[in-house]
């Protein structure tokens, strides 16, 4: 038991150091102004499956950009989507008749374990030119978001860039839950950039160059993984030279996601997401989530028992307290950004909900299969 103990102690002062790293880490990073001249041309490009009920408000979003229509083009990436997603995109390209829009179409046998991986290569194929965006087809943003990742891009020349995702405002508590979560992991990312230790980054706001994905051979190497179309691509960059990628901290360049109605959809979410942790990660990252999991495995725990051994009631509000002091002030930083701050409400209460969710997620993430637009991925 006081070897538990001590593992569960030095797992929340390891964590609370990662959380001030995470801290210090985004608060260097200065708020980008965009502006100048657009020189650049861009290929935007968003993988899509199974997304007619979404994909339209994406594409109008993209077609209203305040950038030069003839300085991007849009590249539908089609997954072999089964409903009406290449339908919808066709109708609302013909509103926009003088913008460039492709459309390439993966089908089932082609794709082998690869699936959005396979599907953003064939767009980046046929790419005009050397800048790429990807981003989702449920998401949304606003009219500079364009002008202000490539103002970015001229102005630094960086290799990648990641950029905020935020869930749009959300109505009920679940949905609350899971924007307070996302802020936190977008916050990591972008201090692990900022620190020089790239963790992870989101694809729903990703720009990297066409020559980058080529020299470190894209997607090659990870036929076994159908997730991680973001993160392993950037630790692959991070490992021929971690400066080359930036994190651009602006209001303008926020990309409006959809969080999920349902735990069902929630799990499999995640275990998409931390199915990828084994997987060609790095060390740091690999040991970070280790220990983020010890700690909640040992919150849970200590909690558990406080029903029925009082004395591990002062443990657990120890390591508890601790824990959300540093969390906190990490995440009030973030919620002032993302113009969020009446979510942090929902703060401690949250707390117990990810006790018991990442324990659940971290135990059966390398195992067996989730479900993903439709299909079953092992």
Not at 36 to 41: A, K, N, P, R, S
Not at 231 to 247: E, G, N, V, W, Y
Request: proline share 3%; glycine share 6%.
């Amino acid at each position: 038991m006081e070897v538990l103990l001590i593992v569960f102690f030095v797992s929340a002062i390891v964590y609370a150091l990662f959380i001030i790293w995470c801290t210090t880490g985004w608060s260097k990073i200065k708020i980008f102004e965009p502006g100048g001249d657009y020189t650049t041309f861009v290929s935007i490009i968003i993988p899509a499956r199974n997304e007619e009920a979404a994909i339209g408000n994406c594409l109008k979003d993209l077609f209203n950009q305040n950038y030069p229509k003839d300085l991007f083009e849009i590249i539908l990436a089609d997954d072999d989507s089964k409903d009406n997603t290449v339908a919808v995109a066709e109708s609302e390209r013909k509103k926009f008749p003088d913008h460039q829009f492709k459309i390439t179409r993966m089908h089932e046998d082609d794709a082998h374990s690869l699936f959005k991986k396979k599907a953003i290569t064939s767009a980046i194929e046929i790419a005009k030119r050397e800048l790429i965006i990807t981003t989702d087809a449920d998401c949304r943003m606003g009219n500079k978001w364009l002008s202000t990742v490539v103002s970015y891009f001229e102005k630094y020349s960086p290799q990648m860039i990641s950029a905020p995702v935020c869930f749009r405002n959300g109505g009920s508590l679940f949905e609350k839950i899971q924007s307070l979560e996302l802020m936190g992991l977008i916050g990591i990312g972008a201090a692990g950039i900022s620190n020089g230790n790239p963790v992870m980054c989101n694809g729903a706001n990703l720009a990297y160059t066409k020559n980058i994905f080529k020299e470190v051979n894209g997607f090659a190497d990870e036929i076994n993984s159908a997730s991680g179309d973001d993160t392993q691509l950037m630790l692959k960059i991070a490992k021929r030279d971690k400066r080359s990628i930036h994190f651009l901290k602006s209001p303008e360049a926020i990309v409006y996601s959809s969080p999920k109605d349902s735990l069902g959809e929630l799990y499999h979410q995640r275990k998409r997401w931390a199915s990828k942790i084994p997987a060609k990660m790095s060390a740091f990252t690999v040991l970070i989530a280790l220990v983020a999991y010890l700690l909640h495995l040992g919150l849970g725990a200590t909690f558990v028992a406080s029903f029925f051994s009082p004395s591990f009631f002062l443990v657990f509000l120890s390591v508890f307290l601790f824990k959300c002091l540093t969390e906190f002030l990490f995440l009030y930083s973030l919620a002032s950004f993302f113009q969020r701050e009446k979510l942090l409400w929902l703060f401690l209460p949250a707390q117990f909900f990810y006790m018991f969710y990442i324990v659940i997620i971290g135990a059966v993430a390398p195992f067996g299969s989730y479900r993903w637009k439709g299909r079953k991925v092992k």
